[in-house]
């Protein structure tokens, strides 16, 4: 069984439109984060929580919300999308801040 | 300047050679992470490993925090190992960011 569930695998949005993209863990695990990966760009962080509360971001625009509505939850909600936000998100987690982390098995957006 | 250097970019090896993989980190760091990323997207934690040398069957990975440095080999490689390997550092364990390097890509050929 997955123990890291990111819904859905493949979206594809409308330029201006808000999406949000989800995260579960079922780990048990106290840290969750989000990375994008661009087309020809590494991985790239862009927040991080800890018993839900915010610990990092590295995320420029305000646009990117992350939504923690339970420990093991951590969405990412997007608005006023542009063609620049098509990437792969990935949601990680791990046990704490500074342990392994395990990522989930991305979501694929695509801006048009 | 890149803080994750990860060479080669690019590898191809005939199936059961042995392959070296290098990570470097322009600064100091508390800890760092192999991956294995699947041809489809997917990413697998290959190891954790904070210093010293680990062993997980075929793969070996050592890193020497104080030289800033980590190394992943790969022994007698199979056609399935082919994908692209990540390495990541993490500077402060108080938020668990990961610097991921470019990633060096494999291709295992029969």
């Known amino acids: 069984d997955p123990k890291i569930i990111q819904k859905p695998k493949y979206l594809v949005a409308v330029t201006g439109s808000e999406k949000i993209l989800i995260c579960e863990q079922y780990?048990?695990?106290?840290?969750m984060y989000w990375y994008r990966q661009s087309a020809k760009k590494p991985l790239e962080f862009m927040f991080s929580?800890?018993?839900?509360?915010?610990?990092d971001n590295q995320t420029a625009s305000s646009r990117f919300q992350p939504q923690s509505s339970k420990k093991n939850h951590l969405d990412l909600q997007i608005t006023a999308l542009k063609p620049d936000d098509s990437a792969t998100y990935f949601c990680?987690?791990?046990?704490?801040?500074?342990?392994?982390?395990?990522f989930g098995p991305g979501t694929r957006l695509t801006v048009l | 300047g890149q803080q994750v250097q990860q060479s080669p970019a690019s590898l191809v090896l005939q199936e059961g050679e042995n392959a070296e993989l290098q990570c470097n980190f322009s600064?100091?760091?508390?800890?760092m992470q192999w991956f294995y990323q699947r041809p489809e997207g997917s990413l697998v934690s290959l190891f954790y490993?904070?210093?010293g040398t680990k062993q997980s069957g075929r793969l070996t990975s050592t890193t020497v925090i104080k030289e800033r440095r980590s190394s992943l080999h790969i022994s007698s490689s199979q056609i399935t190992d082919s994908g692209t390997y990540l390495c990541?550092?993490?500077?402060?364990?108080?938020?668990?960011?990961?610097?991921f390097g470019d990633g060096t890509v494999l291709t295992v050929k029969p």
């Open positions: 990680a987690s791990s046990q704490d801040p500074g342990n392994e982390q395990y």
């Open positions: 780990l048990g695990h106290n840290a």
């Open positions: 929580y800890s018993y839900q509360k915010l610990m």
């Open positions: 600064t100091s760091l508390n800890s």
């Open positions: 490993n904070p210093s």
């Open positions: 990541a550092m993490e500077r402060s364990s108080n938020t668990g960011k990961l610097t």
